[in-house]
């Protein structure tokens, strides 16, 4: 099946600090979402993105589907952005593969 | 829109139990779900795909006799863990997406199980 490594598994930051967070993906995909769970464990969707770019907010994502990777930006961030941020695609099931995840911890 | 509800949000049973967890998607309908299950500091794994009128697709090495599915309803998916074991003990969370469409899956709270 599909293979989603994602990287750093651990980042620490100041607040205010900027991150980059990258998804690599092992073949074609319909879906690409990013996902942050919060300490209470619901995930929560931040971006619906097989292609393109998207911003919300502080928040902004690139997929680059020919190259097979998925970029996370995080801006000026916050305590609480901390949290485990997930990406997860579709290779053709319908079923979400997920990443092992990144560990994200903001200090103030 | 587009909200996905579980319940109970945790439960505590004892070993040799069953346990019932529901999905349910409140404003659209979704004719596929699926169950995902999550051990502590780990990733989400895919247990099964919930198909609305028909059996369930279970991903290799979970025992559907252990994880039984349910999807009676367009709105509406069960997962039964029976005679549960403290191995089973995790988050269980569920998912699903509008009929009709390969666009955004929206999960649910999830389900954190505890067997004694």
């Known amino acids: 099946g599909i293979q989603v490594e994602q990287s750093p598994p651990d980042l620490i930051l100041q607040e205010g600090a900027n991150s980059t967070l990258r998804c690599n993906f092992s073949?074609?995909?319909?879906?690409l979402q990013w996902f942050h769970q919060n300490p209470w464990g619901q995930l929560i969707n931040l971006f619906y993105?097989?292609?393109g770019t998207k911003q919300n907010g502080r928040l902004s994502a690139t997929t680059v589907a020919t190259e097979r990777y998925s970029l996370l930006y995080i801006s000026s961030s916050q305590t609480t952005d901390s949290g485990v941020y997930f990406c997860?695609?579709?290779?053709?099931?319908?079923?979400?593969?997920f990443g092992s995840g990144t560990r994200l911890q903001v200090q103030p | 829109g587009a909200v996905v509800s579980q319940h109970p949000s945790w439960v505590i049973c004892k070993s040799g139990t069953s346990v019932k967890i529901e999905c349910r998607s409140l404003d659209f309908q979704a004719t596929t779900m699926f169950w995902y299950r999550q051990f502590p500091k780990q990733s989400l794994m895919l247990m099964a795909t919930s198909n609305e009128g028909s059996k369930a697709t279970y991903e290799q090495g979970v025992e559907k006799d252990k994880f039984l599915i349910n999807h009676a309803s367009l709105t509406l998916s069960t997962l039964t863990v029976t005679s549960a074991h403290p191995e089973d003990s995790s988050f269980y969370i569920c998912?699903?997406?509008?009929?009709?469409?390969?666009?955004?899956?929206?999960f649910g709270p999830g389900t954190r199980l505890t067997v004694l």
């Open positions: 997860a695609v579709d290779g053709g099931r319908r079923a979400l593969t």
């Open positions: 993105i097989p292609s």
């Open positions: 073949d074609s995909v319909n879906n």
């Open positions: 998912s699903a997406s509008a009929a009709g469409s390969t666009d955004t899956q929206y």
